[in-house]
């Protein structure tokens, strides 16, 4: 295989962190050979679990969602798409390319919304255990009120990775939206924490994405029975997972963009985006 010679003196991007001090690396556009990537990843046959949730209105989202990813997630290995909803019927039928499937998954849902990004973790976890160890290698974990609309690939595999949030970035730690009550598990202090974590993008390993997300629930269900409920929910739990256990890589915000955010010029790409809703008449519903 060709490919130009990396040059020790020559860093591919200089703008942007891209090593965390605990040597994860933090993906950005221009850092990373993606065929040489695919070479690797093909080798060991692998596949990827890409879970999304879409209870009630939310299922509005799965056409454009499965469709864009399609034609940008992953093209060319094999791909499970677990798509847990309330609304079997409702799920479109979309045409795959080779290797790739929709597998429908039916769970319940719940009448708060905060409940249902809540309870993500745990239905992840379950099916985890009881059936994606059994079918793929690694999973995807995302929001589904998403579009992509650049190429989302092999790079951003590894044994368990976060992702950037788009509002946070440039932030300084005191200022993140991290859980401040000290009764809740999700607590942290203003002077702890390395990034802000997206909720609506993770992944790794079945078996780290199993310890990851069975640990956020049952931290969730301490919080429940003290009555409290986190500051923003499953974020504020994945936040402080990840300060306990560094992720192994770390996202840049290309792959968790919002347009109402602008484009600032350290983004070369924006690979997965924000589709605009309303929110009084889509949640809750
Ligand atoms: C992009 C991003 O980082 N999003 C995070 C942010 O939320 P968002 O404000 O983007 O939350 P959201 O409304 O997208 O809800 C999170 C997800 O839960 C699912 N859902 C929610 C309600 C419903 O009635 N039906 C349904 O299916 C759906 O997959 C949705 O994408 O904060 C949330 C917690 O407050 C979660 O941590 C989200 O991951
Ligand atoms: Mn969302």
Not at 36 to 60: E, W
Not at 156 to 182: A, D, K, V, W
Not at 247 to 275: C, H, Q
Request: charged share 20%; proline share 4%; aromatic share 14%.
């Amino acid at each position: 295989m060709n490919y130009s010679q990396p040059q020790t003196m020559n860093p591919l991007r200089t703008d942007v962190l891209v090593m965390t001090p605990w040597f994860a690396p933090i993906v950005w556009d221009g850092t990373f050979n993606i065929n040489l990537l695919n070479q690797q990843f093909k080798l060991r046959d692998v596949k990827i679990g890409l879970t999304v949730f879409a209870i009630k209105k939310y299922v509005v989202f799965l056409q454009l969602f499965l469709e864009t990813a399609e034609r940008y997630f992953m093209v060319g290995h094999k791909v499970n798409y677990y798509i847990m909803t309330d609304r079997p019927e409702a799920v479109p039928k979309v045409t795959l390319g080779e290797g790739r499937s929709i597998v429908v998954l039916k769970i319940q849902n719940y009448s708060r919304w905060q409940d249902v990004s809540l309870r993500r973790m745990e239905m992840i976890s379950l099916f985890a255990k009881e059936q994606f160890i059994q079918e793929v290698d690694y999973l995807v974990c995302v929001d589904v009120d998403m579009k992509f609309s650049d190429c989302v690939g092999v790079e951003i595999l590894s044994n368990i990775f976060g992702t950037l949030h788009p509002g946070f970035f440039r932030t300084q730690r005191q200022h993140f939206t991290y859980e401040r009550r000290l009764e809740s598990q999700a607590y942290i202090a203003h002077d702890e924490g390395d990034f802000y974590y997206a909720g609506g993008f993770f992944g790794g390993t079945v078996e780290e994405v199993y310890k990851l997300t069975n640990q956020c629930h049952n931290a969730i269900m301490t919080d429940k029975a003290n009555s409290i409920e986190a500051l923003w929910h499953d974020e504020s739990h994945l936040n402080k997972y990840f300060l306990n256990h560094k992720p192994t890589k770390i996202l840049s915000p290309e792959y968790l963009w919002d347009n109402s955010m602008g484009v600032p010029i350290v983004l070369r790409k924006r690979r997965f985006v924000a589709v605009p809703k309303n929110h009084a008449q889509i949640r809750n519903k």
